[in-house]
């Protein structure tokens, strides 16, 4: 991973860490080692615990069981004030009466630094968040980014250890949300400043993070790279939360050397990867993306017949629901250029769909999704 400032960077572990709210356990054994200068994503379902967590590195909820380390050293004694923390949250909560300047130098000022210094911080933050020339404004006067902006300027302003942003562009209309997820990511970047991110959408977990820990129910689910958590998914959960997934139920019927071949109930055999060990005859569901699934016009052994029932243009992609013979609704991803191939599909039309190569599906048991 690039750091473009190490110096400045800190690493964060949660060891451990359980928190009960009376009988609601809202964060269980999570234990996440965070590098330093690098950015974390916590994604997960509304009430999985991704704000619980925050509150706790941030020391505004003191954990049930388990210790918050910055630096190798727990923080567990100290008071939100002295972690070295900066968080950003969804609705900026900018002091609405002080102008910009005056909202930046705020956090300097509760530490004593004034004058001089605090002015030449401020105008560099400022300078960061490309917002000079704005100063004397008061947030009623700028954009939701531009206050956005500001939030996170008083944020670093401080010289934060690790910063923490809830949910941050969730006020933010699509186009400005990700000129903002842009700017935030460079900035992270050229600051080199271990940033944690919550956020429930998964487009931005992925876009953004370095790594991702997909949270369910309290419990950290997978924590590994934005690619690995899609191309390799540890869970049913994690498969169908993160992407788009078709679960289909069939049977391991036995193992080769290019992976392990599972009977879907459709009557078709497929191979896909192993998540876990199969005896033969175990019940299992084969995931695999819409985009993995390619159509093709003559039927074959290893080809799942159905037909198209609706079509969702979006653009760049479009989406089909193909219905099967056993009444399943399978979704399928395909590209302007993959259709100008085969032509552009009707509702009503009858295809054969073949799946890329065992490395597009995953094979997890089928007591997995229930969880
Ligand atoms: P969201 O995305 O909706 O903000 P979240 O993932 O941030 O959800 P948390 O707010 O951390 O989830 O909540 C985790 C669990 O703890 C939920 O079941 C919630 O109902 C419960 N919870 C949170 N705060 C409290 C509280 N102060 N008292 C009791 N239960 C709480």
Excluded at 281 to 287: E, F, K, Y
Excluded at 341 to 356: F, I, M, T
């Amino acid at each position: 991973m690039a750091i473009a400032n190490p110096g400045r960077s800190h690493t964060l572990f949660l060891d451990a860490i359980t928190h009960r709210f009376g009988a609601v356990t809202a964060v269980r054994e999570v234990t996440l080692e965070v590098a330093a200068g690098e950015m974390v994503a916590l994604l997960g379902p509304s009430g999985c615990g991704k704000s619980t967590l925050l509150r706790i590195i941030a020391g505004f909820t003191r954990q049930t069981l388990g210790r918050v380390l910055i630096d190798g050293e727990s923080v567990d004694h100290l008071a939100p004030s002295h972690r070295r923390v900066g968080i950003v949250f969804q609705n900026y909560a900018l002091f609405p009466h002080m102008s910009v300047a005056d909202n930046i130098a705020y956090g300097l000022d509760a530490r004593g630094i004034k004058g001089k210094i605090a002015q030449t911080r401020v105008e560099a933050m400022l300078a960061l968040v490309r917002m000079a020339g704005f100063a004397e404004r008061l947030p009623r006067e700028l954009s939701g980014g531009q206050q956005q902006r500001v939030a996170l300027a008083r944020a670093l302003a401080v010289e934060p250890r690790i910063l923490l942003l809830d949910e941050p562009f969730g006020a933010l209309d699509k186009s400005l949300r990700l000129d903002m997820q842009i700017e935030i990511k460079r900035l992270q970047r050229e600051y080199g400043i271990t940033t944690i991110i919550v956020t429930h959408d998964q487009e931005e977990a992925l876009s953004m993070a370095d790594r991702i820990a997909v949270l369910h129910r309290g419990g950290v689910e997978q924590f590994d790279s934005p690619m690995n958590i899609y191309d390799r998914p540890a869970s049913v959960f994690v498969s169908a939360f993160v992407g788009t997934t078709n679960l289909l139920p069939g049977e391991v019927v036995g193992a080769i050397d290019t992976g392990i071949a599972v009977r879907l109930d459709c009557g078709v055999t497929l191979l896909g990867v192993a998540v876990g060990r199969f005896a033969v005859g175990a019940r299992v569901l084969l995931a695999v993306r819409p985009e993995r699934l390619r159509v093709e016009g003559e039927p074959a052994p290893d080809r799942i017949a159905g037909i198209i029932k609706a079509a969702l243009p979006l653009g760049a992609t479009t989406i089909y629901e193909v219905e099967t013979g056993d009444r399943r609704v399978l979704k399928l991803a395909t590209t302007r250029d993959g259709e100008s191939e085969g032509g552009v599909l009707r509702l009503g039309d009858r295809v054969h769909l073949a799946v890329a190569s065992a490395e597009s599906c995953a094979v997890f048991a089928a007591g997995d999704a229930g969880r």
